[in-house]
């Protein structure tokens, strides 16, 4: 009997690194997912995971991607599954870039940086927003040889939007990500409940809240001061005062910003352009005529209008529309690399992801962010090779099925 149990009982070693721990219980994103909200007071873990209003949007992003199934075919060789693709005229390991995220430090101390050294080394783009609480040229540091995008939006101060293209060209960031859902910004309920502002204010709630998730107010206290790092010195709303988010960026947001812009930003830059933020078949046309090397399908992560489409819903129609004019991001719910399947299948370029890896970077700082981008990777290859796919090449839309509720 001895001999017997010492056949089928190994125990583990105990791993004394906390964040080690944590991040290998965690299977996939949703796991990350919950570590994240266990770590992070909770005004914090909702900026970081809320959406607008009714967060139907966010809802129905993750639902678009949960009704499609796969038809698998077998008897096909996938011993050398291969993922690899290109964007822009780039080659990709996987169709996934990292998405542009504001205010990235209120996660980690770290903050952008972190999601740059993990993008380099999993060899994907990164997307650097104009609301970043690290530099453009400290990000390009970090960032190595690293792929480097910038997002920006059309500011009413058309000065300062110029001054950060400028760097950002100056920084080798090789395109520009034109974010256009952003007229005004969406309504975010959960953090109006909380009153949750950039920087955060104090109050008793605050203190409480800290003292029930001590890593994370630690590590925040010993940093330094959040800011806007990109338009920091511009006047008031930088980070450096208590100025909620909506104050600042409801005062640069430009309603009036058409489609003649973009020959503004044309002039002004002379790499690549992405616009992100179509949502409709009519748009994606225009984009297209506009001459944009690339379209990211996307409704802000369902932070802005509640009630918008899904990403993925518009895919097959708008590759319909615009063929192969223009290259087709979709930006929003994806969770698995299986979800990244789906979207190439129908015929996207490549996807985009923002909060699975602010997930990480919540739950386990630079480490989380590599564990996330380990998950998306392998999740695409396995499921490449159970769907019986060996190249990105072999997906199409005869490889998915629609279901019913």
């Given at each position: 009997m001895i001999e017997t149990l010492r056949s089928v009982l190994h125990f583990r070693r105990f791993e004394l690194d906390a964040v080690e721990r944590r991040l290998a219980t965690a299977a996939n994103v949703d796991d990350v997912r919950r570590i994240a909200r266990r770590q992070t007071p909770r005004g914090v873990f909702d900026y970081i995971d809320g959406a607008a209003e009714d967060e139907r949007t966010m809802?129905?992003?993750?639902?678009?991607?949960?009704?499609?199934?796969?038809r698998p075919r077998i008897l096909r060789d996938v011993s050398a599954v291969e993922p690899a693709t290109t964007l822009l005229g780039r080659p990709l390991p996987i169709p996934l870039v990292l998405a542009p995220t504001g205010f990235t430090r209120i996660a980690d101390p770290e903050g952008e940086l972190a999601v740059a050294r993990a993008a380099e080394r999993?060899?994907?783009?990164?997307?650097?927003?104009?609301?970043?609480?690290?530099?453009?040229?400290?990000?390009?540091?970090?960032?190595?040889?690293?792929?480097?995008?910038?997002?920006?939006?059309?500011?009413?101060?058309?000065?300062?939007?110029?001054?950060?293209?400028e760097r950002a060209a100056l920084a080798r960031y090789e395109a520009l990500v034109l974010t256009v859902d952003t007229a005004v910004l969406g309504r975010r309920e959960r953090?109006?409940?909380?009153?949750?502002?950039?920087?955060?204010?104090?109050?008793?709630?605050?203190?409480?809240?800290?003292?029930?998730?001590?890593?994370?107010?630690?590590?925040f206290v010993r940093s330094e001061p959040i800011r806007f790092a990109n338009v920091a010195g511009s006047g008031p709303g930088d980070g450096t005062d208590a100025v909620s988010l909506a104050d600042f960026v409801s005062s640069q947001f430009d309603p009036s910003?058409?489609?003649?812009?973009?020959?503004?930003?044309?002039?002004?830059?002379?790499?690549?352009?992405?616009?992100?933020?179509?949502?409709t078949v009519e748009d994606a046309l225009l984009a297209a005529d506009a001459g944009v090397e690339a379209i990211a399908?996307?409704?802000?992560?369902?932070?802005?209008?509640?009630?918008a489409p899904a990403a993925l819903d518009l895919v097959a129609p708008v590759v319909d529309a615009v063929g192969d004019h223009v290259e087709i991001i979709c930006d929003g719910g994806v969770r698995r690399g299986s979800d990244i399947v789906k979207a190439v299948a129908l015929g996207a370029t490549a996807c985009m992801a923002g909060r699975a890896y602010l997930y990480g970077l919540a739950a386990g700082g630079e480490r989380g962010v590599d564990h996330v981008l380990g998950l998306l990777d392998a999740?695409?290859?396995?499921?490449?090779?159970?769907l019986g796919a060996a190249t990105l090449a072999d997906l199409g839309p005869e490889l998915l099925d629609q279901t019913t509720d």
């Amino acid at each position: 009997m001895i001999e017997t149990l010492r056949s089928v009982l190994h125990f583990r070693r105990f791993e004394l690194d906390a964040v080690e721990r944590r991040l290998a219980t965690a299977a996939n994103v949703d796991d990350v997912r919950r570590i994240a909200r266990r770590q992070t007071p909770r005004g914090v873990f909702d900026y970081i995971d809320g959406a607008a209003e009714d967060e139907r949007t966010m809802e129905a992003n993750a639902g678009a991607f949960a009704r499609l199934s796969f038809r698998p075919r077998i008897l096909r060789d996938v011993s050398a599954v291969e993922p690899a693709t290109t964007l822009l005229g780039r080659p990709l390991p996987i169709p996934l870039v990292l998405a542009p995220t504001g205010f990235t430090r209120i996660a980690d101390p770290e903050g952008e940086l972190a999601v740059a050294r993990a993008a380099e080394r999993a060899g994907l783009p990164y997307t650097l927003s104009t609301l970043a609480t690290r530099s453009i040229e400290d990000v390009a540091t970090a960032n190595g040889e690293g792929r480097r995008w910038f997002q920006v939006y059309v500011w009413r101060d058309r000065g300062l939007v110029e001054d950060m293209i400028e760097r950002a060209a100056l920084a080798r960031y090789e395109a520009l990500v034109l974010t256009v859902d952003t007229a005004v910004l969406g309504r975010r309920e959960r953090d109006v409940r909380r009153g949750f502002t950039l920087p955060p204010k104090i109050g008793l709630d605050t203190i409480v809240d800290g003292i029930l998730h001590p890593g994370w107010t630690w590590k925040f206290v010993r940093s330094e001061p959040i800011r806007f790092a990109n338009v920091a010195g511009s006047g008031p709303g930088d980070g450096t005062d208590a100025v909620s988010l909506a104050d600042f960026v409801s005062s640069q947001f430009d309603p009036s910003v058409s489609w003649k812009d973009l020959d503004w930003l044309r002039s002004v830059w002379k790499g690549p352009i992405v616009l992100k933020g179509i949502q409709t078949v009519e748009d994606a046309l225009l984009a297209a005529d506009a001459g944009v090397e690339a379209i990211a399908l996307s409704n802000h992560g369902g932070r802005q209008l509640d009630g918008a489409p899904a990403a993925l819903d518009l895919v097959a129609p708008v590759v319909d529309a615009v063929g192969d004019h223009v290259e087709i991001i979709c930006d929003g719910g994806v969770r698995r690399g299986s979800d990244i399947v789906k979207a190439v299948a129908l015929g996207a370029t490549a996807c985009m992801a923002g909060r699975a890896y602010l997930y990480g970077l919540a739950a386990g700082g630079e480490r989380g962010v590599d564990h996330v981008l380990g998950l998306l990777d392998a999740d695409v290859r396995r499921t490449m090779a159970l769907l019986g796919a060996a190249t990105l090449a072999d997906l199409g839309p005869e490889l998915l099925d629609q279901t019913t509720d």
